[in-house]
Structure formats: C-alpha cells, structure tokens
C-alpha cells in the first residue's frame, strides 16, 4: 500500500463512472494505455484485480475488492481535493492570523490594517488582543505592536518615531513651545508607569523638572477628560492624541516641549526566524504604509496646516521593504 498513489485512485474512480478504459482516458486527458498502467499499478498496490474486463464492447465491471478501495478512495481523493483547496486559500491570504496591540495603535493604525485584510481576503479569521504589561511576550502571537523594541528572540521592524506633545488646558501657557522646566512642580495626570512611560518620566527628572502627577489611568480619554476639568496636563505620544480627536477640541491646547523628549518607537514584531504566512506578511506591508501616511499627516499638522500643532515636522517613519521584512 506504500506505493498507493492519489492518481491511481482517480484513474479508478474515472473508469468505474465511465465504464470503460477509453473513455475514463479521454476524461482525464491521458492515453488508454495510461490509464490501464495506473489500474495496473494499484492492483498492484493492493494485491488484486479491481476490475473484471469483459472485453468488447461490454463495459467493465468492479469487482468486491475493487469496491471497497473505490470506497475508501474516493474518501481519500476528496481530503486531498479539501486539502489542495485550504492550501490555495492559504497561499491566497486566507486563514487565521493572531495580533497582539495597544491602545493608541488599537485606535489609529490597527483599524486600517483590519480593514484592508478583510477587503482583500474576506474569509481571514483575524484575532486581537490588547494588553500593555511591562514585559509582553509573543507567545502565539503572529503579530505584536509595542511602543520599543522588544528583547529576546523577537524581530521587528519599527514603524513610527511618535513624539510626545504636552496637551493643556486652553491658555495654560502661551508659549507654542513649552520649556520643559516650566513642568517642575506642575500638576500632571499620566499613564500608569508600564510601557514607554518610565523612560519618559525619567527624561522630565534628567531635563531638572519633577512634575506632580495628580492621577494616573491607562485610558487617554480619561486623561484628556482631567485636563479638561483643570485636573492637570498630559504628556502624550502624537498617536494618542490623535486618537482621541485633541487636535480639534478648542478647549484644548497641544504644545512641543523644549527640549523635546526623545519619542517613543511603535514597532512591529513578531518571532525571530519564523516564516510568515500570506497574511501575516500582508500585514505587515499595511502596517508600512498606514505608519507612511500618519508620517505625512504628522508633518503637515505639525507646519501648520491643522490647529493646535506648531512647530515643525518631528514624526519620522522607517520604510522597511517587503524582502526585509518577510
């Protein structure tokens, strides 16, 4: 049985349901002879004859053994058929693919891709989860968004240099740029202290100013919400505040600090030396290209052509090629 093939099995399958070598070869696209070395070879395979050949014009007849391998043949060739199938439609971009994100990236660039992997592969099994611990794992993530690179047997690439912006409530100051000293003793509400936050915190303490956190909460809506009420002000990567629509809040006032904290890397990562599927190499691609658009939205808002954003263009985007990424 080791020498069982599939296409001794559908040569079977064709002479049963045309009754005839000549015919069963004119439907596959083969010789008769063909057809009758592949019938020969699984008889063969399976230590008998499958059909009685009454010669003529009579066709021919299957005989009980060859009933029971049709049987369990057909079986075989219609898992291999599903087989064939779900790999195309792999290939093709379809199956599951696992992502791992945060906040920010959850409102501004994950929408995007999502939306465009299901456009271009509607029967993709797309999976989520939103966690931002102090040290995340891959796990059985395909994909992972985290604002630094990662340690380990990770690779990534990174996507966006985010800088922090100082977000006040409107005439808090009137400066476009903000001295980071004036921060000293000022009231602040922050993120909790996971992710890029410490490094940030730590550049306020380098930089001479120790502001006083009044209230800490991982929701940027929150946050926004308390500066709003005169609880403080923030301190916020440019996704964040985009995502929560600041930029266009006229009780709201977005300001660069001087000198500018050094911005938070989003990147991209997923497992070192793993091959990527169809669609998680897909996803990446987008992730490039939406993090390319947000660069170019960035430098226009930040020269002036959307409110609430002086100064000059500080967002800046690696673009990564396909080959180096896949």
């Not at 002036?304 to 990564?320: C, H, K, T």
């Amino acid at each position: 049985m080791t020498d069982l093939e599939l296409r001794h099995l559908a040569a079977m399958a064709a002479v049963a349901e045309e009754g005839s070598f000549g015919r069963a070869a004119a439907r596959l696209g083969y010789t008769q002879s063909t057809v009758s070395q592949q019938i020969a070879a699984l008889e063969r395979s399976v230590g008998g004859p499958v059909f009685d050949r009454p010669g003529g014009p009579r066709p021919v007849r299957i005989t009980p053994l060859g009933a029971v391998v049709l049987e369990h043949g057909r079986q075989l060739l219609a898992k291999a058929a599903a087989l064939a199938e779900a790999v195309d439609r792999f290939q093709a971009g379809d199956g599951r693919i696992d992502i791992g994100t945060l906040q920010s990236v959850s409102t501004v660039i994950l929408p995007v891709v999502v939306r465009r992997l299901r456009d271009e592969h509607p029967g993709c099994d797309i999976r989520l989860s939103e966690e931002e611990p102090e040290a995340p794992q891959i796990g059985d993530l395909d994909l992972l968004f985290y604002d630094s690179p990662l340690n380990g047997d990770v690779a990534h690439v990174k996507l966006l240099d985010d800088p922090y912006l100082l977000v006040t409530r409107r005439g808090t100051f009137s400066e476009h740029s903000v001295p980071l000293d004036q921060l000293d003793d000022a009231p602040l509400v922050a993120w909790p202290s996971t992710c890029d936050q410490p490094r940030m915190e730590e550049a306020f303490t380098r930089a001479g100013a120790n502001p006083k956190i009044v209230f800490r909460t991982a929701g940027n809506e929150t946050l926004l919400s308390m500066v709003r009420a005169g609880m403080g002000s923030a301190v916020l990567p440019w996704l964040a505040i985009r995502a929560a629509g600041a930029e266009s809040d006229d009780r709201l006032r977005v300001h660069e600090l001087r000198p500018a904290i050094p911005p938070r890397e989003v990147c991209l990562h997923w497992r070192a030396g793993r091959t990527h599927s169809p669609l998680a190499a897909r996803a990446i691609e987008i992730a490039i290209e939406v993090a390319s658009d947000l660069a170019d939205e960035r430098a226009e808002s930040a020269s002036g052509r959307a409110p609430g954003f002086p100064g000059q263009p500080v967002v800046s985007v690696r673009r990564a090629s396909r080959a180096a990424i896949i």
